[in-house]
């Protein structure tokens, strides 16, 4: 969602996405935010530059934020890093919040089971290593 | 304001997919998981 029309949108697909990705577009709808106000709902519109700034939701099924991330526009984001806490948070809701993920944990690392005997004992079970790739 | 763990307010706005001018509610995907991404405009660099 960026505050330009649709029509922008569709020039930027023909003109410049089209030569990025194979698939000559995107697989999702690109939403125009005219006057910024759904940006000024969301708190990433920057009323100076008249632009949403880099905000990024992350929702969950119940229509819950789960995580947001935000950055000004000259840094891009990292998409594995969403695509991470999108696979950690779905873990969390399957297992109705019996786990968590900790620090650096990435799809195939363990997770934790939070309760009382975990209490003063996550040293045993997570290494700061584990924090880092 | 946005706070994580709190619903996320319902919008509605005009989106382009798949070469058509559509209209978009963020409540229609309820039952999904949604990134919402804003950037600052099409034809910038980053």
Known sequence: MSTDS???HKMWVDHELSKMVSAKTVP???LSDGGGNVGK?????DED?????????LIDPDGI???YEMLTPPVGRNVSETLRQIQAYQIVR???????????WKPG???LKPGPDLVGKVWKEWKVTMAFD | MIQVGK????????AYLDGEFVSVQLSEYLGKWVVLCFYPGDFTFV
């Open chain 2, 7 to 14: 619903k996320a307010p319902d919008f509605t706005a005009p």
């Open chain 1, 109 to 111: 690392k363990e997770v």
């Open chain 1, 94 to 104: 399957e297992s109705e919040g019996t786990q968590a993920t900790p620090s650096g």
């Open chain 1, 28 to 30: 999702f709808p690109m």
């Open chain 1, 41 to 45: 709902i969301f708190g990433v519109y």
């Open chain 1, 65 to 67: 934020v789960q995580a």
């Open chain 1, 6 to 8: 649709v029509f922008v």
């Open chain 1, 49 to 57: 530059a008249g632009v949403d700034v880099r905000g990024r939701f």
